[in-house]
Structures are given as structure tokens and as C-alpha cells.
């Protein structure tokens, strides 16, 4: 990665804690170029937090204003934003500098669902029927020409969490009763998101994520990954991700199609985008495109299918640099481990037998013995990952799953106190 190293200089806007910045930490460090984190983490533990550039993402004016003064301090090569929440402040962050960004406005429309959905139709591409409803009035609220079975998402949430599908009225309204006790406590959302949820139909079909690169506009494939577990709900917690794609060459070329032209209605011109589609008889069908890299771990198996890790390409197009791709032989897989149910984590048992089992790379637990264990849908993490490599996908899934078979997670039930007022 010669052409971007050499001091360089990229801010990385990320929220505090997200698992995305240290790959980005770790592949500037090995390439030499200076990275500063921008964060809310002044008391973080964290060194690179502690000592970055302390922003308050809920006020992008301010922090707007202390970017351009680090800046015209110290220019940079480039900005990129990790995560939804800081995206948009990142484009607009970029757009000021004068560096490769988005528009603003476009990476606020791919974030918010029902814009999305609007755009999509616009631009006459495949869009599920859908409504807006107002979670203090769900069931008098008019839903039209509306069939069931649907599912319903908060408008500014990512990783499945607080998506659930509904096959009724009743359930749609315990659906959103639970929906709204999430978000009344996020002050990171707007009012309109935390008082409205998007109710759209359920779309049968096999799922794919896809990682892409844009550049002016142009998209490059980077991986598609197969989930070859069916995602029908009521909750949509992913597990296998597989790569490369089992799909037949017509059916990629039509996905690769459909998400360049999605980016194209919302906008989007530069920079990483991570897609979710369906795929069914009548089509493929965005759930989403976002301008970002993948989440959790996932991002490791890029490597393994560009000669690249993920963060490289991504800091390399934030300095106007295009580094050239080249795909390897052989399949690569992720489990991400799903939390069972909801209590406090004893221990996981069968480690060393699942890192026993052939074509497994590594296997990671994330959450600590004696933390609390929150699932799908108000839950946003996963209990840990593993990684395989194998020479074909079904050989890798095979791998993923027995090791799956050989963990037994041990969850004690969380008892919380109720306090009573006193007479």
C-alpha cells in the first residue's frame, strides 16, 4: 500500500467503543500513515480515544467547527466515518475540506429507511408496500391498501435490532410497543425516529450481503456473501456468511446492477457501501445499501477475496489512491455466534473442541463471563465470531457449523432488583 503511506494524514469519526476503529488503528499503523480518531472519548481507556479529537457528534455544528480547526492546524489526506451515526457528519466534514466525500444529504437518505424506500420507488426500482406509522397511535393509524405479513423497523437502527415481523394488527402492536420503550432512550435519534417506525411487507427470498467500493460513481464489487440460513423472523439475526457467492453469474450481474442503481437514486459516489438484498422469482430487492464497511468482524474475510483487507481500500480511497484487487482461490466463511437468550454469561464450554475442527481459522468470544446477555431485537451484538477457510463454500459452511455443535453456551438468568417506593 506504498502510494498512500508515508505520513499521510485521515481522521476517522467514529462513536465510542465501535469495534470498527481499531482494524482501522492497526492498518494505519502498519502503512505509516497518521490516523486520528474523533470521538466523544476524552475519558476513554483507550489511548487513541484519549488522545484524539473530542467531538460531540449530537452537535454537528460544533464539531463541525473543531474539525476545520484541527485541519488548518494539521491538513488531512482524508476523512471517513465508521459507523451510521457518523457517516453523514463525515461527508459533510469532507465536503468542507475539499476531499473525496458524499453528499450529505445522500448519506442521510440511505440511513433513514423511509427515505430510502421513497427514493427506490422513485428511481422505479423493486420496493416492498410500506407505511410510516406513528408508534402513539399504531392501530389508528391508516394502513391502505397494506397486507400482512409485514415487518416493521425503527427508521434509523442498523444490525437488525428492533426489526420484527408482524403477520397481524395485534402483533403489530405489540411489535411497536416494544419498538418504542428502545428508542425512547436514544437521544442520538431524531424525534421523528424515535416517535415513527416503517411497516413494510415481508419479502420471502434468499438473503445476500454484498461489500462494494464506489468510486465517482461507479461501483466495484468486493465480496458477495451468501446466508444460507433462511432469515423469516420473527426476528432477523443473521448467523453464516459465505463467500465467494454460490449464485450463478446472471443472477450477480443483476444484483451488482440493482445496488448501482440504488446508490445512484440516494446519491452516493465515493467510498465503501455495504448492501443487503433478496433474492426471489420476482427479482432482487434492496433491505438496504449504507455507506459503510460491513459490521461486526466480518470484514476479515475481504482479505481473503481482494488481496486486501477491508480498511486498506477504505483509507486508500479516502486519499484519492485505488489500490487494485486481485481474487484469491478458495472459499472463507463467518459464524457470527448468536446469543441463545437474554441473562448474565457464565462461560462458553467446547471452545478448544470447535478450534479443533478442520478449515476453522479462529474463533473469537466478545462479550466476558459475567456480562449481560441482551438478544434480538433490542440486543445489537453477538456473543463472537468464527472464521474458516476452505477450498469450497460448502466445505467452509460444513466447517462453521460443526463447530457451532461443539459450543455449549452457559447463560445464568439476570435477576433485577424492583425498587418500591416507601408509603
Given at each position: ?18 469495534y ?13 500513515i ?17 488522545r ?6 449530537r452537535d ?6 473543531s ?20 457517516a ?14 458524499n453528499?450529505?444529504?445522500?448519506v ?5 429507511k ?8 422513485e ?9 410510516r406509522?406513528?408508534?402513539r ?9 397494506f397486507?400482512?405479513p ?9 444490525a ?48 445476500v ?45 443483476r444484483l ?5 442503481a ?18 426471489n ?6 433491505l ?6 460491513i ?14 483487507n ?8 479516502a ?9 484469491r ?49 433490542e440486543?445489537?451484538?453477538?456473543l ?10 460448502e ?10 455443535a ?18
Open positions: 500500500m506504498h502510494p498512500v503511506a508515508g505520513g499521510a494524514r485521515v481522521l476517522v469519526i467514529a462513536p465510542h467503543g465501535s470498527r476503529t481499531a482494524p482501522f488503528i492497526e492498518t494505519a499503523r502498519r502503512h505509516g497518521d490516523l486520528l480518531v474523533a470521538s466523544e472519548g476524552r475519558h476513554s481507556i483507550v489511548s487513541e480515544y484519549a484524539g479529537l473530542h467531538i460531540d457528534p454537528p455544528r460544533a464539531a463541525l467547527a474539525i476545520q480547526q484541527e485541519a488548518r492546524r494539521r491538513p488531512f489526506a482524508g476523512i471517513i466515518g465508521t459507523d451510521d451515526s457518523t453523514e457528519l463525515a461527508a459533510r466534514a469532507a465536503s468542507g475540506l475539499g476531499l473525496a466525500h453528499d450529505p444529504r445522500a442521510h437518505i440511505a440511513r433513514r423511509d427515505l430510502a424506500r421513497a427514493r427506490l420507488a428511481a422505479g426500482l423493486p420496493v416492498p408496500g410500506h407505511v406509522l406513528d408508534l397511535q399504531v392501530l389508528r393509524g391508516p394502513l391502505g391498501e397486507r400482512f409485514g415487518v416493521v423497523k425503527p427508521l434509523a437502527l442498523s437488525s435490532q428492533g426489526v420484527i415481523r408482524v403477520d397481524d394488527r395485534d402483533q403489530l402492536q405489540r411489535a411497536c410497543e416494544r419498538i418504542a420503550a428502545m428508542l425512547q432512550d436514544r437521544p442520538d435519534l431524531s424525534p421523528q425516529e424515535r416517535s415513527s417506525v416503517l411497516l413494510e411487507a415481508f419479502i420471502p427470498g434468499f438473503e450481503a454484498v461489500e462494494g467500493m464506489l468510486y465517482r460513481g461507479r461501483l466495484e464489487l468486493l465480496a458477495i456473501f451468501d446466508k444460507p440460513d433462511p432469515l423469516d423472523g420473527p426476528y432477523f439475526e443473521e448467523t453464516y456468511y459465505l463467500t465467494p457467492s454460490r449464485l450463478d453469474g446472471p443472477t450477480q450481474a451488482r446492477q440493482v445496488i448501482a440504488a446508490c445512484a437514486a440516494y446519491g452516493l459516489r465515493e467510498g465503501p457501501v455495504h448492501a443487503e438484498c433478496r433474492i422469482p420476482q427479482g432482487v430487492w434492496i438496504e445499501v449504507a455507506p459503510r464497511t459490521g461486526g468482524l466480518c470484514a476479515r474475510l475481504l482479505r481473503f477475496g481482494t488481496g486486501h477491508l480498511e486498506e481500500l477504505v483509507l486508500a480511497h486519499m484519492g489512491v485505488r489500490l487494485p484487487c486481485q481474487a482461490e478458495g472459499a472463507s466463511g463467518v459464524l457470527m455466534i448468536p446469543i441463545p437468550r437474554a441473562g448474565i454469561l457464565r462461560r462458553v464450554e467446547g471452545l478448544l473442541a470447535a478450534q479443533r475442527v478442520p478449515c476453522i481459522q479462529e474463533l473469537q468470544i466478545q462479550i466476558r463471563p459475567g456480562h449481560e446477555l441482551v438478544p434480538l431485537p440486543g445489537a451484538s453477538y463472537g465470531f468464527v472464521f474458516a477457510r476452505g477450498e469450497h463454500p466445505r467452509v459452511e460444513a466447517a462453521l457449523r460443526e463447530a457451532h461443539c459450543l455449549n453456551i452457559v447463560v445464568a438468568p439476570l435477576w433485577k432488583a424492583r425498587v418500591t417506593a416507601r408509603p
